[in-house]
């Protein structure tokens, strides 16, 4: 069964870490770019980064950049994305995807997506 399953999620304060993980099962990790979006209440998902296939050559969207990195274990088919000095404009549920273009989940796989809360 083609999966992808994502974890780490949960509520921390302003400041904080938290490091999301992106695991396959089913299929190979290595020959997909692995995208994470997310979605936050009452707005539409948006693309947060992306890691190529190839080279491992990363995009993150302005909001995140210098705060967020993401990685990839291919022996472990599994993708990273590491949040740090969180803030509460970041509270979504993170999504990763074996897609970076497209935030709709109509292209590629996807995952059901972990909550993530930022919170005093």
């Known amino acids: 069964q083609v999966q992808l399953v994502e974890s780490g999620g949960g509520l921390v304060q302003p400041g904080g870490s938290l490091r999301l993980s992106c695991a396959a099962s089913?299929?190979?990790?290595?020959?997909?770019?692995i995208g994470w979006f997310r979605q936050a209440p009452g707005k539409e998902r948006e693309g947060v980064s992306c890691i190529s296939s190839s080279d491992g050559s990363t995009y993150y969207a302005d909001s995140v950049k210098g705060r967020f990195t993401i990685s990839r274990d291919n022996a472990k088919n599994t993708v990273y994305l590491q949040m740090n000095s969180l803030k509460p404009e970041d509270t979504a549920v993170y999504y990763c995807?074996?897609?970076?273009?497209?935030?709709?989940?109509?292209?590629?796989?996807w995952g059901q997506g972990t909550q993530v809360t930022v919170s005093s």
């Open positions: 995807a074996t897609d970076c273009s497209d935030p709709s989940g109509y292209l590629g796989y």
């Open positions: 089913g299929f190979t990790l290595d020959y997909y770019a």
